[in-house]
């Protein structure tokens, strides 16, 4: 069966979203509550509340403070939802190496009572936030999802297992389905200035100078809007389109050089000075997002450019305050702020 012909019954869904004030979720909740679904967040609020403001006091929305790491908790917030998305964790490998027993306690260790709680408390649909790094490096021009797993770091060996632990949960009545996102860029109301296109962006147009780190290593990005249409499509993707099916999202594959040259021409080629230097990350992978496309007729819509452009004018419109120095657009400054464990 076709993607265009595969039945899709949009219905609204009661959503728990773990992680759902954070880079992505702060974007992704607004958008399925436009869409009708219910949604309980369920998340730290490591950045405050601000990222959620646009939709605080929505009749859909219940905002959860806690912590995945309580049981009993996540027992209340379970409660008469049918799908999970989840994308808590300590996020990329910075963070996860700032304190690596955090790391494994939030990424993996709970990780399962997660999975088996939402079994028990008869959610039908549950949806996991991995990554493609736990490609690691690969010289084919095109990874795709039945290529060996060959993490690098612990942060990327953590999600590799979560993805097997989540697939022996597959059963009828309860559709698992995990998501190998490349890097995520562009605007969100709970900014991040430490993933690359984000980075290049915030230092053209508030230094004037872009460091290119190596240059030739490829990095698969994709737009943040793109990354939520994905979820919403497997909101009503039927379960036997997606049950135990692993996708790579991901928009476009350039080299760090060529992701410098598309914010520079975004920024202004005259205003934007590009200073090369060597680096000691090897990482490089070139993800094929050719299943999803095939499959679920997934797409992306949105470009690095159109991320670069939506940050140029987060900027403009004074969104983003001390945008190099402020520690809640940085991960690893701000678990050391907050002093988590």
């Not at 405050?48 to 859909?60: C, I, Q």
């Not at 942060?155 to 389905?177: D, H, I, N, P, V």
């Amino acid at each position: 069966m076709s993607p265009e012909t595969i039945p899709h019954a949009p219905r609204p869904h009661t959503i728990l979203v773990t992680g759902g004030a954070g880079y992505v979720g702060a974007v992704l909740v607004p958008s399925l509550l436009a869409h009708g679904h219910r949604v309980k967040v369920l998340d730290l609020y490591l950045y405050e509340r601000d990222p959620l403001r646009a939709v605080e006091g929505h009749p859909g929305l219940e905002e959860i403070r806690g912590d995945i790491r309580d049981p009993a908790l996540l027992g209340r917030a379970l409660t008469s939802c049918d799908t999970v998305i989840h994308l808590a964790c300590i996020s990329n490998d910075p963070s996860f190496d700032l304190d690596p027993a955090l790391g494994r306690s939030i990424n993996f260790d709970a990780f399962e009572p997660l999975v088996r709680l939402a079994r028990d408390a008869g959610v039908n649909r549950f949806i996991y936030a991995s990554s493609s790094s736990v490609y690691g490096i690969k010289s084919e021009p095109d990874v795709h999802e039945d290529m060996p797993l060959e993490p690098l770091t612990d942060y990327s060996k953590y999600k590799a297992l979560c993805e097997e632990m989540l697939a022996r949960y597959q059963a009828s009545g309860f559709t698992t389905c995990t998501l190998r996102p490349a890097t995520v860029c562009g605007y969100s109301p709970r900014q991040r200035l430490d993933v690359i296109v984000n980075i290049l962006t915030n230092h053209a147009v508030n230094t004037g100078t872009i460091k290119v780190l190596g240059g030739s290593q490829k990095r698969p990005n994709i737009h943040i809007e793109d990354m939520v249409a994905a979820y919403l499509l497997l909101l009503d993707a039927p379960d036997e389109h997606i049950a135990g099916r692993v996708y790579n999202v991901g928009g476009e594959n350039l080299t760090v050089r060529e992701l410098a040259e598309r914010v520079r021409s975004v920024v202004g080629p005259e205003r934007v000075t590009t200073v090369v230097q060597e680096t000691n990350d090897p990482r490089s992978y070139h993800i094929s997002s050719e299943r999803v496309a095939h499959e679920l007729g997934f797409r992306p819509k949105h470009t690095v450019d159109d991320a670069a452009r939506d940050l140029v004018a987060a900027f403009a419109r004074g969104d983003l305050p001390n945008p190099l120095s402020d520690a809640r657009y940085y991960n690893v400054a701000a678990l050391k702020t907050r002093g988590l464990r």
